[in-house]
């Protein structure tokens, strides 16, 4: 059998989705990265309890759709794999790069980017690959990739939070540590590191406190 993987480019089209309006008001534009087996209009939910003249939200949605249960009933999203990474990251920033044009965002707001869970990975590649200045970064429950060196994110100088449960079935003690090291290691010894009494989920409260 003489078989053989090839690689072709193609355009394609994908969804975000957006909470509130853009006005003269708007203070804050999130731009928020969900976790995997979310959708972009459900990951909305978690930021509806911000002040809806002050801040307008984006979220991306990830590409690679699929049924999350066997009834074949409720679709999730995961933004990568380990599947051809380095082709398909670039496809997610070329997509972000969309997402910000179409947007078109103010120079006079403050841009704080989010991501939770996987979405962590996608939201620091993206600084750092774009060199993308923003007010906050917000890393929740979450690793951060491990190509990423200190001087990838040496011109960044956003307000950078790190945030955890302490009873997430994803972080033990040792995944804590190196995670905790990995994040001053890139950004320095003033990053906000926030752990919380809580599970792997997305912690309104403290979302609603970075503004």
Not at 42 to 57: G, M, P, V
Not at 192 to 199: K, L, S, V
């Amino acid at each position: 059998m003489n078989s053989s993987e090839k690689e072709i480019s193609y355009q394609t089209t994908n969804t975000y989705s957006t909470l509130n309006i853009l006005t003269d008001e708007t203070e804050h534009v999130w731009l928020v990265c969900h976790g995997m087996g979310y959708l972009s209009r459900y990951f909305l939910k978690y930021f509806k309890e911000l002040n809806a003249k002050e801040n307008y939200i984006i979220a991306p949605q990830a590409s690679s759709k699929y049924y999350l249960h066997p009834q074949f009933k409720h679709v999730g999203a995961s933004w990568l794999t380990k599947e051809n990474t380095l082709a398909e990251t670039e496809n997610v920033l070329r997509y972000l790069d969309a997402v910000l044009k179409a947007e078109n965002i103010p120079k006079d707001k403050k841009l704080i980017v989010l991501g939770y869970s996987q979405g962590v990975s996608i939201a620091t590649r993206y600084i750092a690959k774009r060199k993308l200045q923003c007010s906050q970064l917000v890393l929740h429950s979450g690793g951060i990739p491990k190509e990423l060196v200190a001087d990838d994110l040496k011109f960044l100088k956003a307000k950078v939070s790190l945030v955890y449960g302490t009873n997430d079935a994803y972080l033990n003690k040792e995944r804590i540590e190196v995670e905790t090291e990995r994040a001053i290691e890139l950004f320095g010894n003033d990053i906000n590191i926030i752990p919380f009494d809580g599970i792997h989920e997305v912690n309104v409260k403290l979302i609603n406190g970075f503004v």
